[in-house]
């Protein structure tokens, strides 16, 4: 704290890892001595760059590029690209951090990182967004590459950006070469890289539920969100016969209690994918109740999923949400609830997923994408989904084996000692470095 005062969303990242650990390591001693926690605490590599580029008027404008280069115990470095207005170090190194635990818990061999900018790329054209990635690539292709680290998008980073980063490095080192996932299928990408990170939140939700004798279909499900890990979640819901009651944005909340049609949905991936439109046109389009300036917690629901950014869900909302009749709050969203939202839901003893476990599957596809690019071989949509599904229930049963308490399961517990211990283990065994 006293090196990073101004950096919150990290401590309390970390914080909440570290207290959560305590009771499972404060006897090994041989952690202590060999500064694990320091070590983990503090990134092997930050590179900050300047990003300038020119807009359609002609002005040159200047942003701020990063990239963190958390931990390298298990792997490569690994994790997302987040362009949005709020980027700054403290956030990237709260991701990085959580990435770190979150890749180790996965079963694949990968490092921890997180990288960005302060770009909006929201209003701008095609054109803005692609000479504004090929300028923060043109500094970003010296610090990356397949087995060194490898990117891949988040919030503002999708499909359209991660082909001009991709190209642009391409160009720069002249080869072809798995350096970013989330790539075209065309062009190296895995099939369901993009339903990934819904899908496999999707699949852990039902783990949970299936613990507890229950099931999907015909719970109402409150979504955050209408990007990327939001969309395929409430994809993959609706057409297992579950009620996705809400979807958001920045903006506010759209909120149909009967549950979107697959119709709806549909009109929604044209509007926020081709058009990239606003949700409340999407509540105009089918008449639907629209809720300005509000998140979606209010609704009555049985699942929440948070899906659009971190510290979206709090106190407050997780008490209304308990109070509406839900019982299982899963983050898709990194760090989706606040601190003392976590607080209460785990004392509460409702089922509750920190996003390190239940948003992995977009990475762990990450992680098979680099496979396949490596063998120069594509697997088909069954494979990688027979793939992603052992990974989700692999996750979760180290959740169960670290968080059991009596019949409840702690999955907070679970999923920081599981991803500690892989990433302490394999700190020890590679000496002070
Ligand atoms: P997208 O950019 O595709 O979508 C983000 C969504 O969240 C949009 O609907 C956006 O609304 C909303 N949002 C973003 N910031 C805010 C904010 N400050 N307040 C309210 N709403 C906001 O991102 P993703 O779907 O990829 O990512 C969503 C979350 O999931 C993030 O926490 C990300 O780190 C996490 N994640 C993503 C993975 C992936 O594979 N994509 C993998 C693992 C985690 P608007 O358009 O109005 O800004």
Redesign the pocket.
Known sequence: RRRDPDQPEFHQATGAVLRTLWPDIRHRQELFEAGILERLLEPERVILFRVPWVDDQGRVQVNRGYRVQMNSAIGPYKG?L?F?P?VDLGILKF?AFEQTF?NALTTLPMGGGKGGADFDP?GRSNGEVMRFCQSFMNELYRHIGPDLDVP???????AREVGYLFGQYKRLRNEFTGVLT?KGFAWGGSLL??E???YGLVYFVEEMLRVRGSGLEGLRVAI????????HAAGLLVSQGARVVT?????GTVHNPAGFTQAQWQALMVL?NEKRG??SEWAEQFSMRYLPGA?PWGVECDVAL?????N?LDKADAEQLLRQGCHCVA??????CTAEAVSYLRDARVLYAP?KAA?????SV?GLEMSQNALRLNWNEGEVDEKLHAIMHAIHGSCVKYGREGDHIDYVRGANVAGFIKVAEAMLAQGVV
């Open positions: 997302g987040r949005h709020s991701l979150k929201k891949a998008g988040d919030i503002g980073v999708g989330g890289r993009p990934a990170t819904g955050s969100g209408s990007g990327n890990v939001a969309q979807m958001s944005d920045s903006g926020k606003r949700i998140r948070p899906c659009a950014t971190q979206e983050e898709g969203s990194n760090m989706g996003s948003n992995a599957g977009g990475v990450s």
